[in-house]
């Protein structure tokens, strides 16, 4: 994340409180952390996947869609962004990139986008599709630098952003006009509304606001701002629930108001922001930290939502330094991608934990044509949002194993995280004298201590961090670590089927394979077996949802019991 500039005019007190926030919490870069363990694995096998045939630039077929395609521009866009975003991860270059890009200009029409111009009509799954095109694009131009990359930025921005001003102003967001009960795992066009061709993913208008955000950022173009201006007043204006709004586009125009509220210095889209993911967790979230895939509509989850919402809980804890989005994020990373994530390394869809019965299912193998690219963008940012500087302090916002440059120095991370709260530093190379480290402190978390050495150290907690302070030399070994254990939790969600509740350990949302469902028994004593990585109660054994990568489980058959009537 960039820092926040200090404000060029007076915004009042709570815009120079904020910029310091952000400016508190920033990116350590990509280039300085090597990801290793689960997380490592995660995003390996997602770039093989993302190399396989199906995203490779066959035309026709691949990543290079039909013509009669009714999204021009979004498997484009997505897989361009996937494949931009894990190169950033610097592992290693993405293969079929080059000749990707080397392709798309043909396959765009004369004014330099994909698909028909509907001018003087807006087509929203076209613009939706081309949100992702322009992200894609501007993380592939930050990354390489490559002014051809930029030129097609400027033709969408000049040919299809620039003829859509006035027209978002007029956005159909009268729930009477918009269909109800309609669309499946992808969107399609639900009819005509004035200038609209709109869509059954009601919203997604919003997810293209999302990419002129950054094309904007990127080419400092402020002569498109008033037509970002409109886009934003408009989403803000939207009653989400009545109109029962797509949770994918809700989410990423949440995201782009972060960036937004960045580029502008206006906290109060903070504000506006915090309000509508507050209302997602409480009302379009599933209990394993999943999400519906509209409001109101639990018929499947999407990845791409919910990963968006991770990225949101997380930029929000950094804006606002309230970790209780930095635990969502916690959760949504852990749970909802944890369990999304399948054996391929894509990311598929499952059916909505809580919204008729206590057990989870998978709902389809994998949604290639969305969301295991959008899981790429995911990954990535959980080894990015592992590491965090203030000043002179290395923030662990999350544990992930990895090697860290910080301050001249070289730190190598282990953690038993998320299973127990253990996470070791061992210092390769001594960092910088005053640099100091800070340990996230969960409200799961019970006592916390600090070892250096194997000798207990003084720390500070402040703001649910724990900092150490502790010169650092070249073969020292810091062990920060919390008591964690299992517990039950009330379910979050207001829709969600009454009188249950769930079993956590940390952040890991836990479950069984029951043939039926079954109850916990009475005052049951929940006691984590380290070894095992499960509860066991009887024969009832209760184990984290995360291992759907390494378990190739029988769709057909699938059903793992997550909420537990309360006794």
Not at 374 to 402: C, H, I, W
């Amino acid at each position: 994340m960039r820092k926040t500039t200090t404000a060029l005019f007076c915004l009042g007190m709570l815009t120079s409180v904020w910029a310091g926030q952000q400016s508190e919490r920033a990116s350590i870069g990509l280039e300085n952390i090597q990801i290793k363990g689960d997380l490592e694995k995660r995003i390996h096998r997602n770039f093989d996947r993302l190399e396989s045939e199906r995203f490779q630039p066959i035309v026709d077929k691949g990543c290079l869609r039909v013509p009669q395609y009714s999204w021009p521009g979004d498997m484009e866009g997505r897989t361009i962004l996937s494949l931009a975003m894990l190169q950033q991860a610097g592992e290693r270059d993405a293969k079929y990139l080059p000749k990707t890009m080397e392709v798309v200009p043909g396959r765009m029409n004369e004014l330099g986008y994909f698909g028909k111009n509907y001018f003087p009509k807006c087509d929203e799954q076209q613009l939706s599709g081309h949100g992702w095109l322009l992200r894609g694009l501007c993380e592939l131009y930050l990354d390489r630098k490559d002014p051809s990359v930029k030129k097609m930025i400027e033709n969408i921005v000049d040919n299809l952003v620039v003829p859509t001003q006035g027209k978002h102003k007029v956005y159909p967001i009268d729930p009477t006009t918009r269909a109800k009960g309609k669309g499946s795992y992808s969107g399609e066009v639900a009819g005509v509304e004035g200038v609209w061709r709109l869509s059954t993913d009601v919203g997604c208008d919003f997810i293209f606001m999302d990419g002129v955000i950054q094309a904007a950022d990127v080419l400092n173009r402020k002569d498109i701002y008033p037509i970002i201006d409109e886009m934003v007043a408009r989403f803000l204006e939207v009653d989400l629930v009545a109109i029962e709004a797509q949770t994918h586009a809700t989410l990423t125009a949440l995201r782009g108001l972060v960036r937004y509220a960045e580029m502008t210095d206006n906290p109060e889209l903070i504000a506006e922001t915090e309000k509508r993911f507050d209302l997602y967790v409480r009302e379009g979230s599933t209990e394993n930290h999943a999400n519906y895939n509209w409001f109101g509509r639990p018929t499947h989850t999407e990845p791409c939502a919910f990963i968006d919402g991770f990225m949101v809980g997380y930029q929000l804890w950094q804006a606002t330094g309230n970790t209780r989005y930095l635990e969502e994020a916690h959760r949504i990373y852990f749970n909802g991608m944890g369990h999304g994530q399948r054996a391929n390394g894509g990311f598929g869809c499952d059916k909505c934990l809580g919204s008729k019965d206590a057990n989870l299912y998978l709902s389809n193998p994998e949604a290639w044509w969305c969301c295991s690219m959008r899981g790429s963008e995911g990954l990535v940012k959980a080894a990015e949002y592992s590491f965090v500087q203030s000043g002179n302090t290395l923030m662990l916002p999350f544990f992930n194993d990895a090697t860290v440059a910080f301050k001249g120095g070289m730190l190598n991370i282990s953690t038993a995280y998320p299973y127990d709260g253990s996470v070791t530093v061992k210092v390769e190379k001594a960092p910088e004298s005053g640099t100091a480290l800070s340990f996230f402190k969960p409200s799961w978390a019970g006592k916390t201590a600090v070892a250096l050495n194997g000798k207990s150290v003084e720390s500070a907690e402040k703001d649910n961090f724990v900092s150490v302070n502790a010169a650092l030399k070249a073969g020292d070994t810091l062990v920060y670590s919390f008591k964690q254990e299992p517990y039950l939790a009330d379910t979050h969600n207001i829709h969600t089927i009454k009188g249950y509740q769930k079993v956590y350990q940390g952040p890991l949302v836990l479950g069984a394979m029951t043939k039926k469902e079954t109850t916990l028994p009475k005052n049951a004593k929940l006691k984590w077996n380290a070894q095992t990585k499960e509860i066991k109660l009887g024969k009832l054994k209760l184990a984290p949802i995360n291992d759907v990568i390494d378990v190739m489980y029988d769709r057909q058959t699938y059903k793992r019991q997550v909420l537990w009537k309360k006794n």
